[in-house]
T-cell receptor
Framework: NAGVTQTPKFQVLKTGQSMTLQCAQD?????MYWYRQDPGMGLRLIYY???????DKGEVPNGYNVSRLNKREFSLRLESAAPSQTSVYFC????????????FGAGTRLSVL | QQQVKQSPQSLIVQKGGISIINCAYE??????FPWYQQFPGKGPALLIA?????SEKKEGRFTISFNKSAKQFSLHIMDSQPGDSATYFC????????????FGTGTRLKVLA
């Protein structure tokens, strides 16, 4: 049981490049979330998917897009990376029926030069 | 109104001492208050959580104290150990159907041996 798996673990991009961060969960959870973590700012919600087929903006959605590919997978795309998007990105999953706990992946450390 | 304010930003405690981290909120609709623990290079993991119908919850050396009237809650780590050195996040959520968490900014705890 792997829980929440994020790929890649590390990535370096040049300004203007694009990339997709992948997230998959094997807990059959309905809801999935993308956060970014920056020093002194905690975890800020970028986008979330309350259930398969739905996505909504969080606190800091600008510059990002998401796709809920199926119940297991939720990807985050940076279309044109900027230095301000240098951060650690975490994916989480949740299911109210299975307990009020968000489970997090190990994170993707992204640097945009 | 959606913010959760956390203090201190960093904390240094001697082994065997008590670590105390405080959080405050404004939104009275919040009905679930978890604490997450994050070790370097890892994703956050649930440590302990409380609902506002109780004033205290204890799990081993970790205790949450909750003051509903003051809209404050705190994490107490008794007999702090070097292995407790980590970043701690408080959070709050409400049953809106999306199960979003609002996280505090985090406290970096270092326990000296």
């Amino acid at each position: 049981n792997a829980g929440v798996t994020q790929t890649p673990k590390f990535q370096v991009l040049k300004t203007g490049q694009s990339m997709t961060l992948q997230c998959a969960q094997d807990m059959n959870h309905n809801s999935m979330y993308w956060y970014r973590q920056d020093p002194g700012m905690g975890l800020r919600l970028i986008y979330y998917s309350a259930s398969e087929g739905t996505t909504d903006k969080g606190e800091v959605p600008n510059g990002y897009n998401v796709s809920r590919l199926n119940k297991r997978e939720f990807s985050l795309r940076l279309e044109s990376a900027a230095p301000s998007q240098t951060s650690v990105y975490f994916c989480a999953s949740f299911d109210r029926a299975l307990g009020n706990i968000q489970y997090f992946g190990a994170g993707t450390r992204l640097s945009v030069l | 109104q959606q913010q959760v304010k956390q203090s201190p930003q960093s904390l240094i405690v001697q082994k065997g001492g008590i670590s105390i981290i405080n959080c405050a909120y404004e939104n009275t609709a919040f009905d679930y208050f978890p604490w997450y623990q994050q070790f370097p290079g890892k994703g956050p993991a649930l440590l302990i959580a409380i609902r506002p119908d109780v004033s205290e919850k204890k799990e081993g050396r970790f205790t949450i104290s909750f003051n509903k009237s003051a809209k404050q809650f705190s994490l107490h780590i008794m007999d702090s150990q070097p292995g407790d050195s980590a970043t701690y996040f408080c959070a709050a959520s409400w049953d809106s159907g999306t199960y979003k968490y609002i996280f505090g900014t985090g406290t970096r705890l270092k326990v000296l041996a």
